[in-house]
């Protein structure tokens, strides 16, 4: 009998829309696929030479459970040029891809009953890996209206004397929302009269971004001290499968998070490790190409979008999804399907229109459908095409 722990842990919606779109696929059926937050570039050359050249070098040993040495001292580099942020070596921990430094965080910080503030629309996995760590996910809502953030008033409001952390993402996944160093400052005003409360900010997508500066919270200095920086290479540089995570934390989070790390996976990739650091020590120059030509899909994936009846779209500053409110759809029928939520209409286009989307409702927006931009220009067009095709059919 399987554990009470795996039973309760829902599957991810991104992965299952994605192995529902496959299961077509094999099925003969041209499916063109938005769901997965995935970059459609090639790793860059720079960053593949570093890796044949570590395979030259032999590294094929174990590498040390938080990172190699140097990498880490790249890592530190990093945010003190991007971020303005002063880590030291022994608050890096490099994990096999941000997600495990995300599970690894809530493992060592939560204890079962614990709350986690979740500011809505939030990335699937924190809730379920809150739930893994036995906490209680406490959802803040947001709407389109107001660009998908939440307010200082709504984040004192949600605070109890069991919150323990706060889960902070931007650039957002999956409404692509950034806010600004004003907005987190004031969100950070009211954190500073909570000190018992702990702060993880997301910043995977850090460097995709369209105009508006990158803000680290743990850059305000009454909260660096409680902070948890995530960031990894996976977005920015197209190497979702090399799987390279990492931290900047307090030192005695980063001690705990190396300590798990040591008992569930070891050090990541050796490799990976080498490839990464050429990644992170690269000017930002070098990947303002993918930066561009996804500006260019999201203007044009907006102006497409807004010619269909009742999506109710906004502009997204960073990332690669639209998260567009659809609830204008629940109640009636389209070609004889009822459709009730954003399940259904997600499910309704895969199966009518081919095009592969995830429900709002995996990230606490049950009036929204994600939308990944990170394909080509021509399955864009098509894409958008068979949406409006199939919503326009009586």
Same mark, same amino acid.
């Given at each position: 009998?399987?554990?009470?722990?795996?039973?309760?842990?829902?599957?991810?919606?991104?992965?299952?829309?994605?192995?529902?779109?496959?299961?077509?696929?094999?099925?003969?059926?041209?499916?063109?696929?938005?769901?997965? #937050?995935?970059?459609?570039?090639?790793?860059?050359?720079?960053?593949?030479?570093?890796?044949?050249?570590?395979?030259?070098?032999? @590294?094929?040993?174990?590498?040390?459970?938080?990172?190699?040495?140097?990498?880490?001292?790249?890592?530190?580099?990093?945010?003190?040029?991007?971020?303005?942020? @002063? @880590?030291?070596?022994?608050?890096?921990?490099?994990?096999?891809?941000?997600?495990?430094?995300?599970?690894?965080?809530?493992?060592?910080?939560l204890n079962p009953g614990d709350e986690v503030l979740l500011p809505a629309p939030y990335w699937v996995?924190?809730?379920?890996?809150?739930?893994?760590?036995?906490?209680?996910?406490?959802?803040?809502?947001?709407?389109?209206?107001?660009?998908?953030?939440?307010?200082?008033?709504?984040?004192?409001?949600?605070?109890?004397?069991?919150?323990?952390?706060?889960?902070?993402?931007?650039?957002?996944?999956?409404?692509?929302?950034?806010?600004?160093?004003?907005?987190?400052?004031?969100?950070?005003?009211?954190?500073?009269?909570?000190?018992?409360?702990?702060?993880?900010?997301?910043?995977?997508?850090?460097?995709?971004?369209? #105009?508006?500066?990158?803000?680290?919270?743990?850059?305000?200095?009454?909260?660096?001290?409680?902070?948890?920086?995530?960031?990894?290479?996976?977005?920015?540089?197209?190497?979702? #499968?090399?799987?390279?995570?990492?931290?900047?934390?307090?030192?005695?989070?980063?001690k705990a998070c190396n300590k798990i790390q040591g008992q569930v996976t070891s050090g990541a990739n050796?490799?990976?490790?080498?490839?990464?650091?050429?990644?992170?020590?690269?000017?930002?120059?070098?990947?303002?190409?993918?930066?561009?030509?996804?500006?260019?899909?999201?203007?044009?994936?907006?102006?497409?979008?807004?010619?269909?009846?009742?999506?109710?779209?906004?502009?997204?500053? #960073?990332?690669?999804?639209?998260?567009?409110?659809?609830?204008?759809?629940?109640?009636?029928?389209?070609?004889?399907?009822?459709?009730?939520?954003?399940?259904?209409?997600?499910?309704?286009?895969?199966?009518?229109?081919?095009?592969?989307?995830?429900?709002?409702?995996?990230?606490?927006?049950?009036?929204?459908?994600?939308?990944?931009?990170?394909?080509?220009?021509?399955?864009?067009?098509?894409?958008?095409?068979?949406?409006?095709?199939?919503?326009?059919?009586?």
């Amino acid at each position: 009998m399987l554990s009470n722990r795996i039973n309760s842990l829902p599957t991810s919606a991104t992965l299952a829309m994605a192995a529902k779109a496959r299961e077509l696929k094999n099925q003969g059926i041209n499916i063109i696929g938005l769901s997965l #937050g995935e970059p459609d570039f090639n790793t860059p050359e720079f960053i593949k030479e570093a890796a044949i050249q570590a395979v030259k070098d032999n @590294y094929n040993s174990y590498s040390p459970v938080d990172g190699y040495a140097d990498l880490k001292g790249a890592i530190c580099e990093k945010f003190k040029r991007d971020n303005g942020l @002063y @880590y030291q070596p022994q608050q890096v921990v490099v994990s096999t891809g941000a997600k495990q430094s995300i599970a690894n965080v809530c493992m060592v910080l939560l204890n079962p009953g614990d709350e986690v503030l979740l500011p809505a629309p939030y990335w699937v996995s924190y809730s379920a890996i809150a739930r893994l760590a036995e906490s209680k996910s406490i959802i803040i809502p947001s709407s389109i209206e107001n660009d998908f953030k939440i307010t200082p008033e709504q984040l004192e409001a949600a605070i109890t004397p069991k919150t323990k952390l706060v889960m902070l993402n931007s650039p957002n996944n999956p409404s692509g929302t950034i806010y600004t160093e004003d907005e987190y400052r004031a969100l950070g005003a009211v954190l500073k009269k909570y000190p018992n409360i702990y702060i993880l900010s997301d910043e995977i997508y850090e460097h995709i971004n369209y #105009g508006i500066p990158h803000f680290s919270i743990a850059a305000i200095s009454d909260l660096y001290d409680r902070t948890i920086t995530v960031n990894g290479v996976a977005k920015a540089f197209a190497m979702t #499968g090399w799987r390279i995570g990492y931290i900047g934390a307090p030192e005695w989070i980063a001690k705990a998070c190396n300590k798990i790390q040591g008992q569930v996976t070891s050090g990541a990739n050796c490799i990976a490790q080498r490839a990464t650091i050429a990644a992170v020590s690269a000017p930002t120059s070098k990947i303002q190409y993918m930066v561009d030509e996804f500006k260019y899909r999201r203007d044009l994936i907006l102006k497409l979008l807004s010619e269909i009846p009742g999506f109710k779209i906004n502009q997204p500053q #960073g990332a690669f999804y639209v998260f567009p409110d659809i609830s204008s759809y629940f109640g009636k029928r389209i070609n004889g399907n009822k459709i009730e939520n954003a399940n259904d209409f997600a499910l309704f286009l895969l199966e009518k229109a081919h095009v592969a989307t995830v429900t709002g409702e995996a990230f606490g927006n049950p009036n929204c459908i994600r939308i990944s931009y990170a394909a080509s220009e021509d399955d864009i067009k098509l894409a958008v095409k068979r949406i409006k095709k199939v919503l326009s059919s009586k």
